[in-house]
């Protein structure tokens, strides 16, 4: 994934959890370099659930939690979150996303 492909406002997602699934969010805001991105996470909304234990949710453009953190975008791996996660380009156009807890 090269930065010409990324913009400021673009989504990043990931899914985490053992036993769950949990969806993280980040919202490009600015673009440092080639290979650079400055991000923030951002709150999403609850679409439906059932019982506390699953829910469909959104993420909500513009709608910032915390700082801005700045992430290396690789190629082939999105951009590295940690040392054992990575978030991957999405779409705004998603209608929702699934969290759900085993």
Known sequence: MANTELK??????????YDMTINDFWQ????KSPHTIIVRKIWTEVIDGYLGWSW?????K??????????RVGKHWGIKV?????????????????NKMD
């Open 8 to 17: 400021v406002g673009d989504l990043f997602h990931r899914s985490r959890g």
């Open 56 to 60: 469909r949710e959104k993420p909500i």
């Open 82 to 98: 940690n040392d054992y996660a990575h978030a991957w380009k999405s779409n705004w156009d998603n209608d929702w996303y699934f």
């Open 62 to 71: 513009d709608n910032f939690i915390g700082e801005e953190e700045k992430y």
């Open 28 to 31: 490009v805001v600015k673009i």
